[in-house]
């Protein structure tokens, strides 16, 4: 083996141990912590990271990548995790070290401004933190280096090798498809089901929370599900995968789909190869690939008609008061009710990735020195009337709903919509091969879905870019057209409407 490769191994198994750290104070803090231990937390995990840091920009590690990179002895797990380490060093080095602090220092007080200025629905408390944090952002992706135009760097960091070009060409095909499948469901649509939001006990629902993740085939001997404000899903080290479902008393689909959502991204980490976990190489190419498998779960699989009725009679054996005279089909109907509403996080499947395309192209308007922080709240509301055709009554539930901008997350947003249009692709490709899946979704079995994910994309972890690797499974590059004709046949149904 090669002697460059055997030096590099105790450092990678360094980083690995200190993020798991790092992530375990994280789980901890968003669900178990004390109030009281927040500023010891956020002081203990800064310390923590900082020595990850370190590690990634010792100059030894650059060294033994310069040297591995041109080293043709490495098998391709090895060299895979070289480029990928390769690709992190260079990120984290470009930077100079003053503007690392000082982002980490303005995402602290932006953040804390957010928290002041949403409940009061004042943006003006935001706004110069924003100023500040685009022109540091602007800073950092020059410093970080692209090519033909500045957000390809911010999208990079979470979606690497997809580029602005590719994410507007499918964000424009996808909108344009879904605008006027949307005018037509407004048309029609009637309220929202009422025994929705009768009032069910958060216990019970978590006691079916946890009964779903079972069928699902999460591992709970490598895993856990636990509750906190924001679901979440974190892996603290091999066998180790965390995730996280709410409920609230009336709203029966939220701690659903939460789950369901949740337990998608939790099968991938459980899938991914464990003799891989030490190296950059094993672990999902991007947030998108990720989000595909989250996607995938909560609404192709959950959302459909065999598995909602699959459900139901399991939800009516904790829940027989508010859902004992609901039929499977009314259940259906109400699991994919469709409104145009100002909140992207509770929106459904068709405005969902409208939300999205607002906030890229607000986004790519600031980077592209188009649109400044001062007339966002006013470009908000306008976006907000061309895609949904509702404007926000506040800038509380328009401009200032996210946490993200002020957070220093920028050219994020995407990613959730590269995984919706991915979740679509692989799902029809899925279907194709294994045959239609209904019968077994109806009894709740989806052990050869998850086989045929586990073969086609959790196996195969960061070898290739997500961009590849969807490619492969598909057989041709990914596009935003499965997911058009999917939720164009679905919606036409529900809604009795030609799409
Ligand atoms: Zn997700």
Do not use: C
Not at 27 to 33: F, S, V
Not at 424 to 452: H, I, M, P, S, V
């Amino acid at each position: 083996m090669s002697e460059a490769w055997e030096k590099l191994l105790p450092h990678l198994r360094e980083m690995v141990d200190l993020a798991g750290a790092v992530k375990l104070m994280s789980w901890d803090q968003a669900t178990l912590m004390p109030p009281n231990a927040s500023p010891a937390r956020a002081r203990g995990m800064a310390t923590v990271e900082s020595i990850a840091h370190q590690h990634l920009i010792n100059p030894e590690v650059g060294d033994l990548l310069q040297e591995l990179a041109l080293d043709d002895s490495l098998d391709q797990d090895q060299a895979a995790s070289v480029r990928i380490l390769k690709r992190d060093y260079d990120r984290a080095t470009k930077v100079p070290p003053e503007l690392v602090h000082e982002l980490a220092e303005l995402s602290g007080t932006a953040y804390q401004a957010w928290t002041e200025a949403r409940p009061q629905s004042d943006f003006s408390l935001l706004q110069p933190h924003l100023e500040k944090m685009i022109r540091l952002k602007k800073e950092e992706a020059d410093a970080i280096g692209w090519e033909t135009e500045r957000y390809d760097a911010l999208l990079d960091e979470f979606e690497p090798e997809m580029t602005t070009r590719d994410v507007e060409a499918m964000f424009t095909e996808l909108t344009e498809g879904l605008r006027p499948l949307l005018e037509k469901i407004v048309g029609v649509s009637s309220p929202r089901a009422e025994f929705l939001s009768k009032g069910y006990d958060p216990a019970s629902q978590e006691a079916f929370s946890h009964w779903l993740v079972d069928v699902l085939n999460f591992d709970s001997d490598s895993g856990r599900l636990d509750t906190s404000p924001h679901p979440f899903t974190i892996t603290i080290g091999a066998g180790d995968v965390r995730q996280t479902t709410r409920s609230e008393e009336k709203d029966l689909m939220m701690s659903i789909y939460a789950t369901i959502h949740e337990t998608g991204h939790a099968l991938y980490e459980q899938g991914l190869p464990t003799e891989l976990l030490d190296l950059p190489v094993g672990r999902a190419p991007s947030l998108g690939m990720h989000e595909s498998q989250s996607r995938l779960w909560e609404n192709l699989v959950g959302r459909s008609r065999p598995f909602t009725e699959f459900m139901l009679p399991h939800l009516k054996e904790r829940f027989s008061a508010q859902l004992g005279m609901v039929n499977p089909d009314e259940f259906y109907r109400a699991a994919n009710h469709v409104e145009p509403t100002l909140i992207r996080v509770t929106a459904d499947e068709v405005t969902y990735n409208l939300h999205l395309m607002l906030r890229f192209e607000l986004e790519l308007a600031m980077f592209r020195e188009e649109l400044d922080v001062a007339d966002l709240p006013n470009a908000w509301d306008a976006a907000m009337e061309k895609h949904l055709g509702i404007r926000p009554d506040s800038d509380a539930n328009g401009v200032l709903q996210d946490m993200h901008w002020s957070n220093g997350i920028q050219g994020y947003f995407p990613t959730y919509t590269l995984g919706t249009i991915y979740s679509a692709a692989f799902f029809a490709k899925a279907q194709e091969q294994l045959g239609n899946l209904d019968d077994e979704l109806r009894d709740g079995n989806t052990a050869r879905l998850l086989g045929w994910l586990r073969e086609n994309i959790h196996s195969k972890a960061y070898r290739y870019s997500a961009k590849d690797l969807a490619e492969q499974v598909l057989g041709a590059p990914v596009s935003a057209k499965p997911l058009l004709e999917y939720l164009r046949t679905k919606y036409s149904q529900l809604y009795d409407i030609s799409a």
